[in-house]
């Protein structure tokens, strides 16, 4: 199976959404990326890590990788503080993409717990409709695809999940396990 993971934003030039101790979006993004690559490539899965500033050098990588599915790892952000949780994406109309993102949001509210033991608050899964809240990614791609929103880092809570090493990590399995789903 080849996969394209993408980190949203790019470091050090789009941080993307910042949280209130200035923890970047950019940077856990990546960091997710290469974690659920490097799970993936140990079942010998092909990987492309892909994080690049220009939304069409992500999709074009992509497409010439020839990618069986793509997933965009992203941070949520709110003015309303409040808010918190998983959500994932995928392209309105694309049955292949709802069963993917069902399969990676299945695991990850199934996995990633508060410090309080309570999971993660479930957001579902959301169609992405062309011209009102699509998502450059997801219809730009020749693949199935998702773009996975692993936690608000507007929200104190959330925002300490994405912040340690070990939820990350958790992230990580959550989506790589998510996406071998995906394939049963």
Not at 34 to 51: C, D, F, P
Not at 77 to 106: F, H, M, P, R
Not at 168 to 176: C, G, L, M, S, V
């Amino acid at each position: 199976m080849r996969v394209t993971i993408n980190g949203g934003h790019y470091p050090n030039l789009d941080s993307g959404a910042i949280g209130k101790t200035g923890l970047q979006e950019a940077v856990i993004t990546k960091d997710v990326m290469q974690r659920v690559a490097a799970y993936l490539k140990v079942i010998a899965y092909e990987v492309l890590e892909v994080q690049k500033n220009e939304l069409y050098e992500i999709t074009s990588a992509s497409n010439s990788f020839h990618a069986d599915v793509f997933i965009s790892i992203h941070c949520n952000a709110a003015g309303n503080d409040l808010a918190k949780g998983a959500e994932t994406w995928y392209q309105d109309n694309s049955l292949k993409g709802e069963k993917l993102a069902n399969c990676i949001q299945k695991q990850i509210v199934n996995s990633i717990t508060y410090n309080d033991g309570k999971n993660i608050v479930d957001r579902g899964i959301k169609a992405a409709v062309p011209g009102i809240s699509g998502l450059y990614v997801l219809n730009q791609t020749n693949c199935p695809a998702v773009l996975v929103e692993l936690a608000f880092i507007t929200n104190s809570e959330d925002e300490k999940l994405l912040a340690e090493s070990s939820k990350r990590d958790e992230f990580a399995r959550a989506i790589a396990r998510g996406i071998t789903d995906y394939w049963l």
